[in-house]
């Protein structure tokens, strides 16, 4: 990949990182929720999800899913759903303690299920693959930097590491990290409620943006 168009994938792979969406309010979410250093997981799930679809695009199958209208819809709503499910589970948390919220943190066995690397990975997984957008918009995305005349595997390879490497840090350095100085608002239980709902009724909204928005 020539340089010049390698630049220009970063500064479209910083672009689309940095506009909201489910990845970002589930990262932020995760950070309030079981701190900073763990939300890591829930990034990292997020990252096998777009390889996934990456190599969903790369293998042909993308064109499937943006013209198979009913496969579309079904994976749509089946995405919907599921940040549903998690909007209304942070509506229903209760908030914790100062001194539990501080031991959550700090020990992993005091951790809610929900919030243990594996559940938290799992999430980032579903959210970003039960997302069939994010396939159709791979399928228009990736061509542009591809060139026929030159080694595919090693063209897709350099894009899924750019991809990948810019995802992780906007997503672990900068929501985790803007959710992280919300921390001590979350100290107390009015706080808590009060971010639980926020984000609670992110989720919903952002379901019903990849529902009901073409």
């Given amino acids: 990949m020539q340089l010049s168009l390698w630049w220009t994938l970063v500064g479209a792979c910083l672009l689309i990182s940095f506009t909201p969406g489910a990845g970002a309010i589930s990262t932020m979410a995760n950070a309030l929720a079981a701190g900073w250093a763990r939300s890591i997981w829930g990034v990292l799930g997020q990252q096998v ?36 499910f998690l909007g209304v589970r942070q509506w229903l948390d209760r908030p914790m303690g100062s001194a539990q919220l501080e031991a959550e943190v700090a020990q992993d066995t005091a951790m809610p299920s929900h919030l243990r690397p594996w559940p938290m990975f799992r999430r980032g997984l579903l959210v970003n693959l039960t997302n069939p957008k994010a396939i159709v918009f791979f399928l228009a995305f990736t061509p542009q930097f591809i060139r026929l005349d030159a080694d595919l595997l090693t063209q897709y390879a350099i894009f899924t590491i750019t991809v ?3 995802d992780v840090i906007v997503m672990w350095f900068f929501f985790a990290l803007a959710a992280k100085g919300l921390r001590r608002f979350m100290r107390e239980d009015g706080g808590q409620r009060f971010v639980n709902r926020i984000f609670g009724t992110l989720f919903v909204l952002v379901a019903g943006l990849l529902v009901f928005i073409d």
């Avoid at 390889?51 to 709503?77: E, K, P, S």
């Fill in 49 to 84: 999800a777009l390889v996934i679809h990456i190599v969903i695009v790369a293998l042909g199958v993308g064109v499937l899913v943006a013209t198979n209208h009913w496969l579309f819809t079904a994976i749509r709503w089946a995405g919907a759903a599921y940040l549903v």
């Fill in 164 to 166: 990948v490497t810019i």
